[in-house]
């Protein structure tokens, strides 16, 4: 991948930033959204912005460990889309994550947004739990720090 760069430091952590073509990126089979909502009516605004100002918030990702160096993008599908649509490249934040540690950056980053409805959460927490990657409603709620009841309810 070209156009690596280094991020401001956390700790004595380097992050890498990538600027990568939306053809090598793939969506995170846990990702918080379903698709239909990536459109050029929902991503209209986004497309507008990034087109005038440049994308100011990088996607998460990981590397997958295949030749052609694709990355899975943790979030950041919409950012996906309208690069796709606009012909530029992407700008991922590239981090080693497992799938626990994904579910709680994904969570943090989208847990204010309200075009993600409470059916959609419900339907990760159910994807999440039966996948395993977390042992219990419980479990799951302690990790993203929100209520048992939450997470119930949902």
């Not at 793939?26 to 440049?54: A, P, V």
């Not at 998460?60 to 606009?86: C, D, K």
């Not at 994904?102 to 075009?115: F, G, H, K, S, Y």
């Not at 959460?121 to 042992?135: E, K, P, V």
Request: aromatic letters at 6%.
């Amino acid at each position: 991948m070209s156009g690596w760069k280094k991020k401001a430091h956390r700790g004595d952590e380097h992050i890498p930033i990538a600027h990568v073509e939306p053809a090598r990126c793939t969506l995170w089979q846990f990702h918080d959204r379903f698709g239909d909502d990536l459109s050029n009516g929902s991503c209209k605004e986004l497309i507008t912005s990034i087109r005038r100002h440049g994308q100011r918030h990088p996607a998460l990702g990981r590397r997958l460990a295949t030749a052609s160096g694709t990355v899975e993008l943790i979030y950041g599908g919409r950012r996906l889309f309208a690069a796709a649509q606009l012909g530029i490249k992407l700008l991922v934040d590239v981090r080693e994550l497992d799938d626990r540690e994904a579910i709680v950056e994904m969570e943090i980053e989208n847990r204010l947004r309200t075009d993600i409805s409470p059916y959609e959460r419900g339907m990760n927490y159910r994807r999440w739990l039966n996948a395993g990657l977390f042992a219990s409603q419980s479990e799951l709620a302690k990790e993203l720090g929100v209520s048992e009841a939450r997470v119930s309810r949902l």
